[in-house]
């Protein structure tokens, strides 16, 4: 019996569109537009300016405090302009660099390269070039690396486990990268174990990819490190029920995963930070899925940071009807977006087409109490009550209720027979209560 | 007469008796002073229990300028009036302060700016704004779903056709609270006796602005150059007028090429502007006779 945690649902896989499809290079686009906000925390400030030559992996931006990451050109060539684009994440227009590609492909040698010598490293300086190397998580969130890797002292963190279950249907790109590239992911795994001076690591694949769980198994042999096979669920790849599935470990309300000793990275992160530190290779490049059921050629494509969504729909052969809906990540928790010139950042995991048909909402009809979405939820929180009190403005039950532990996995919605809109509503609650919080520590300190 | 009925009479008699005994007792004995300033101050106040004074409600307000935690104009709502009548309670001198009134900035309801994407979710404007910025190409322009409609306590508020809402300038009383509710910061104070606000919102380029809404603020800077007070000032590629020096001319309505410059008096206004233009032609020729006479006095400046 596999892994796993309480609850959770079992949306339709849809991962043989671009499983066995091969990671494909996509050309270098003639001008890439690379944002400046590509993680958590604050944006990077630019360092160039118009008319600049930069190189493929000079930094161009940089980070900007300690819970931020430094942004680098993904090609060779000219800044353009630094201007206002519409962002994947936020959908505000944001800051963008743009690079006009003189496709020499020269690269900037502003790493320290480890090549063979990459086991003999000290602790600290993995930590360093994390940061410099601008690593941010790859599974979707973004959450600058180096800062994960900077437990808060006194905080022990004994596991390690690397995040390969992919649990968003369609999405296949960490699939292929451990099929394609296992031995880099382990060797990242090593590095980051030993930045944090851990004894146990471990490798978390859902049970749907059974080739990735043989070859990592193969790969793994001698190293003390463990596969752990996940039970296809969603949402089994969110940290926190990833840790309960295999350690059995509850990350405490409000908590991280260092509160209870573990660490999460996905597997996308590892190979980068091997990258890095053995070829002082900077994160300006990223495996993005594009799939959906009207793709014409769903593939999985290796891409440069800045590259719009267009180029890679294009190279995926297009769409074969008209696009009722562009989501950038999974179904599941990936962002509707409302134009293809868009472009990859280092969150991006996917990008998904689907036709009219499947982007039709249906109308909302009554709670009948049925409780499926109590008993889906991974966080076993109260789903439809919290939607209540957001619906009707009771801020205060909605957090009583741990309307902030809720993780917006969206399952309850996914499952609600009536078709509410419980995630939205428990958005609102959370985004009114955030809004509390900080409204009260700001008469605190006055 | 029934004796059942004469008894259950003496009994409940009795037993009130006993009841307002101890009520009686009670009043006295666990009496607390409450200063009667303070029922006297709850009485003038609104009522609305608004919350835009900081206090719960009207009786926590009312509470709190007693005991000197709140100031005596504290109360916006009330305006001038309730400040006076709280300041005469207390024996205290009221600063009168200029009554506010809230102005929404933005003019692009759903024909004059259109929709990047088909919002079908909850209809409230916080929710729909935590899904990529809200549903308007516009990234500061007006959801118009009207939540700010729900937070106004005095039904100042209300949407008109184009899916904007509309402040009723006599019964707004400057509380706040739309301000306060509306993700997109598009509504603003503004003097009540002022009546032209820039209806407009963002701060981005004037080429963004065009081809997401028809009436957004270009940067053209027209109403900075036509404003006989030199009341506008143009930063951060918005025009923002100081209310100090605005005279109400009306003239930053007239030249504004794309109607972003708002004002209360849209039916007289069309009578105003041949007053208007002939106040604009007035102002070049006296500019232009200042650069004659000062290019007459030195000539090798150009």
Known sequence: MANTFPGGVHPPESKSYSENRPIEILDAPETVIIPLSQHIGAPASPIVEKGDRVLMGQKIGEAKGFVSAPVHSSVAGTVKKIDFHIHPVTGRYEPHIFIQNDFTDERAAELDIFGENWEEIDPKKIVEIAREAGLAGLGGAAFPTHVKLSPPPGKKIDTVLLNGAECEPFLTADHRLMLEFPNDIIRGLILIGKALSAEHLGICIEENKPDAIRILSERAENTGIEIYPLKVKYPQGAEKQMIFAVTGREVPSGGLPFDCGCYVQNVGTAKALFDAISRGKPLYERIVTVSGPILKNPSNLLVRIGTSYEALIEKAGGATEDIGKLISGGPMMGLAQSTDSVVVTKGTSGILLFGLDDALSRPELPCINCAKCVDVCPVNLMPTRIADCGEYNKIDMAQRLGALDCIECGSCAFICPSDRRLLQNIRFAKSEIQRKIAEEREKKSN | ?302
């Open chain 2, 1 to 302: 007469m029934d004796l059942v009925f004469l008894g259950s009479i003496i009994e409940l008699g009795v037993l009130a008796l006993c009841f307002g005994a101890f009520l009686g007792f009670a009043a006295k004995k666990f009496h607390v002073e409450v200063d009667p300033r303070v029922e006297q101050i709850d009485e003038i106040l609104p009522g609305a229990n608004c919350g835009a004074c900081g206090f719960p409600g009207c009786a926590g307000f009312a509470q709190a300028v007693v005991d000197g935690d709140a100031p005596v104009n504290g109360c916006i709502p009330g305006g001038d009036s309730v400040t006076e009548a709280i300041a005469s309670i207390l024996g205290k001198s009221a600063e009168v302060s200029t009554p506010m009134i809230a102005a929404l900035k933005c003019r692009g309801g759903k024909e004059r700016a259109h929709d990047a994407f088909v919002y079908e979710g909850v209809e409230n404007c916080i929710s729909a704004a935590l899904i990529m910025d809200g549903p308007k190409a516009c990234p500061n322009a007006c959801i118009g779903l009207g939540s700010c409609i729900e937070a106004c306590a005095f039904d100042a508020i209300s949407m008109d056709d184009n899916d904007l809402p509309v402040i009723d300038r006599e019964k707004c009383t400057g509380c706040g609270a739309c301000v306060v509710i509306c993700p997109k910061d598009v509504l603003e104070m503004m003097p009540a006796d002022s009546d032209v606000w820039i209806a407009c919102n963002n701060v981005y380029s004037g080429k963004l602005v065009k081809s997401v809404c028809e009436t957004g603020c270009i940067g053209c800077r027209l109403c900075v150059r036509e404003c006989p007070k030199d009341a506008i000032t143009f930063e951060n590629n918005l025009a923002h007028i100081d209310y100090e020096k605005c005279t109400n001319c009306q003239i930053c309505v007239v030249v504004c090429p794309t109607g972003t410059i708002h004002t209360k008096r849209t039916g007289e206004i069309l009578n105003d502007a041949p007053k208007i233009r002939a106040a604009i032609e007035k102002k070049k020729a006296r500019e232009k006779e200042k650069r004659e006479k000062l290019k007459a006095q030195n000539p090798n400046v150009k």
